[in-house]
C-alpha cells in the first residue's frame, strides 16, 4: 500500500541515523557491484574534503594492537544545503544532527553500526560534560572524533558526512522502498497506515523522524529507523538492482554530491574498501545504540545518559574486533 499524503510535500528534514550508514555503505556496495572504475571514480571525485577531520595525535588512542586491523568510521548526518555549490563544512555546528560509528572487522566479514544520540552526557575534552553534539561547535570535526575516541578508546580511521538531498536521491533512484510499518500513524499531511507501505524519498523523511506520535517517542522513532535502512540495504543489494547498471548509475551518482570525508578516503580508498566487502551480506550488517540509562534533565536541558558500566563492555568488544559478538542491553 503506498502512502498517502493529504497535505503539501512536508518541510525539509534533518538527516538522522539510517541515512548516514545508507549513504556512506551504498557507496561502497555500489563499487564493489561491478561498475566499470573509470565511472566510480569520475562520480567519486565530486566527494568533498574534510580538510581538517583529526584532532592532534598526542590525544589519540594507541593504534589497534594485532593483525588484520579492523576499520572504524565516524559518520555525521548535516542538513541540507540550498545548493551543491555550498561546502558542507559551512555552519558545521549548526547542521550537524547524526553521529554513529561504523565498525569493519579486520577480516571483513561484518559490519556493525553504532548510533551515538546527539544528547548523550559526555566529557569533551577541554570543555567538561556536556551534550556530544556541543562538540562540533566548539571545535569542529577534530574534536568531535577526540570525543568519540575517547568513548570507544579505538582509533577513529576515517570520517565521512552526508547531506540531505544525497538520502532523498537514492531513494527515489530506487523507485521507492517498500517495508512493513508496525505502527500506524500520520504526520506532515502523510498517513502511515500499519503494514506494507511503500515510500518515496519526501515520505520517508517523515517516517523515520516521527516520534510524538507514540508512547516511547524516540525509541519506536530509532527502530523505524533501523526497519527502513534494512529495506533500503536489501533493494539496494538485491538482484533486481545491482543487475541494472542504469539504477547503480543513478543511485551512484545521487550519492556522491551529497558526501564529504576526510582526504584519507578518497576514491580508491573507497574503492578497495569495497572490493574487501564483497562477500558481505545483510544478515552481516548489523545496528545497535551506544548503551544510556535513560533520558533525564541537567539544568535547563533535556538529556541522555550513558551506560558507563556497560561503556566498559563494549570498548573491550571494540579493542577485541569482537563487535559482531556484541549483545546491547535492553533499552532503559
Given at each position: 500500500m ?28 555500489l ?37 588484520n586491523?579492523?576499520t ?20 558545521l ?20 553500526i ?52 544525497g ?20 504526520s ?28 516511547d ?38 550519492v ?48 541522555v545518559?550513558?551506560n558507563?558500566d556497560e561503556?566498559?563492555v ?6 577485541t ?12
Open positions: 503506498a502512502v498517502m499524503s493529504s497535505a503539501e510535500a512536508p518541510r525539509r528534514r534533518r538527516l538522522k541515523t539510517w541515512q548516514i550508514i545508507l549513504i556512506v555503505l551504498l557507496v561502497l556496495v563499487a564493489a557491484a561491478g561498475i566499470l572504475w573509470w565511472n566510480v571514480q569520475s562520480k567519486l571525485n565530486q566527494v568533498e574534503t574534510i580538510e581538517t577531520a583529526f584532532p592532534d595525535e598526542t590525544a589519540r588512542p594507541d593504534v589497534f594492537d594485532g593483525e586491523p579492523p572504524n568510521i565516524l559518520m555525521l548526518g548535516s542538513d541540507s544545503r540550498a545548493d551543491t555549490s555550498e561546502s558542507m563544512m559551512t555552519d555546528g549548526n547542521r550537524s544532527d547524526t553521529i554513529m560509528v561504523a565498525h569493519i572487522s579486520g577480516d571483513k566479514q561484518s559490519i556493525q553504532m548510533s551515538i544520540m546527539r544528547d548523550s552526557w559526555v566529557e569533551i575534552p577541554g570543555h567538561g560534560e556536556m551534550k556530544i553534539n556541543a562538540a562540533l561547535s566548539l571545535g569542529g570535526v577534530p574534536l568531535l572524533v577526540e570525543t568519540v575516541e575517547g568513548l570507544i578508546d579505538q582509533r577513529i580511521d576515517h570520517v565521512a558526512m552526508i547531506d540531505f538531498n538520502f532523498k536521491g537514492v531513494t527515489d533512484a530506487l523507485g521507492g522502498v517498500s517495508l512493513n510499518n508496525p505502527y500506524a500513524f500520520s506532515d499531511g502523510y498517513d502511515f497506515p500499519a503494514g506494507p507501505i511503500t515510500l518515496d524519498g519526501e515520505q520517508a523523511l517523515v517516517f523515520v523522524r516521527e516520534r510524538y506520535s507514540f508512547e517517542g524516540d525509541y519506536q522513532r530509532v527502530q523505524n529507523q533501523q526497519i527502513f535502512l534494512k529495506a533500503v540495504m536489501a533493494q539496494a543489494m538485491s538482484g533486481e538492482t545491482l543487475t541494472n547498471p542504469g539504477k547503480l548509475n543513478d543511485l551512484l551518482g545521487a556522491t554530491p551529497y558526501v564529504a570525508t576526510d582526504s584519507s578516503l578518497n576514491g580508491s580508498a573507497m574503492f578497495d574498501m569495497a572490493q574487501s566487502l564483497t562477500s558481505v551480506r545483510m544478515r552481516d550488517i548489523t545496528t545497535f545504540t551506544m548503551p544510556t540509562n535513560g533520558t533525564g534533565m541537567i539544568g535547563d536541558q533535556s538529556v545518559y550513558v558507563w561503556m566498559e563494549l570498548r573491550e568488544k571494540f579493542k574486533d569482537e563487535l559482531k559478538n556484541y549483545n546491547p542491553p535492553a533499552r532503559p
